[in-house]
């Protein structure tokens, strides 16, 4: 009865903030497939963290708020092969994930993040582009410009399924390459604050997290911030979201006590 009341009062919390906008030509099966395939590059060409405190940091945290957004969003999240893994490189300040629930976490992110509630804060975010679904939305985007026309009508006469494997795994690279735009970006941002605080993170640390991003890109920009909005948008925009989210942080600790 307990679960039963928590699922209620998250789902009424958060119906309209996980609300997802924006126009897709593929299935929730093809960001599955084209995620697999990516993500299977991605493995064979990183040097891959397998044990210790920070793989268990981050295999932890993924899977609190991966069951958060499944128990949210469960048409999508169930449909997904959730999975996360920890890149072994400490320059890298950076974290992704790729369409159907494949995600990466750098080494490098990892002090900035410092706490699991940090940690959670780029979990969120990273989750929410899956459930949108921001990569085959980008995809789409790519498919409607003239390149991805160029590559479409190339590959539209292909039957076969591996044909079509393939059709789709080059429509997911060319999309892949795009940075997300600010909009899916602070899509992302908003509906990973729901995600982190019904697992019971605590949101108020997105703040601090973004205000240390900011701080530490005395150099060149970490790819992850410049291809993302700036600092003071993103967490002017936070600050805005805090009152529609601590709600939900707070019924998640009642749940958990
Ligand atoms: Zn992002």
Redesign the pocket.
């Known amino acids: 009865m307990k679960i039963v009341l928590r699922s209620l009062a998250l789902l009424v919390l958060t119906f309209a903030g996980t609300a997802c906008q924006g126009t897709n030509l593929y299935s929730v099966q093809d960001d599955v497939a084209m995620g697999a395939a990516a993500f299977d590059e991605v493995k064979a060409a990183e040097s891959l963290i397998y044990s210790g405190p920070a793989y268990e940091q981050v295999q932890r945290v993924t899977s609190r708020v991966v069951a958060a957004a499944v128990e949210i969003d469960p048409e999508v999240s169930n449909r997904f092969a959730w999975e996360v893994v920890l890149i072994d490189d400490d320059d890298m300040v950076n974290a992704f994930c790729l369409p159907g629930g494949k995600m990466a976490i750098y080494t490098g992110i990892l002090p900035v993040a410092g706490s699991d509630d940090g940690l959670a804060v780029v979990i969120g ?2 989750i929410a ?1 899956a459930t949108c679904r921001h990569g085959t939305q980008r995809v789409t985007q790519s498919v409607l410009t003239e390149i991805g026309i160029e590559i479409f009508t190339e590959n539209a006469e292909l039957s076969t399924d591996q044909e079509e494997r393939e059709l789709a795994t080059i429509l997911a690279e060319v999309g892949l390459g795009l940075p ?1 735009s600010r909009d ?2 602070l899509e ?1 941002d908003r509906v990973g604050l729901f995600y982190m605080a019904a697992a019971g993170y605590d949101p108020r640390e997105a703040i601090g997290f973004w205000q240390r991003m900011s701080a530490g890109g005395g150099g060149a920009p970490p790819e ?1 911030l410049s ?2 909005p700036s600092d003071s948008t993103r967490i002017r925009k936070i600050r805005g979201i805090l009152p529609e989210v601590l709600p939900v942080y707070q019924a998640a600790q009642i749940s958990d006590s």
């Open positions: 975010h990273e582009h997300f899916h970006e992302a992850w291809t993302h």
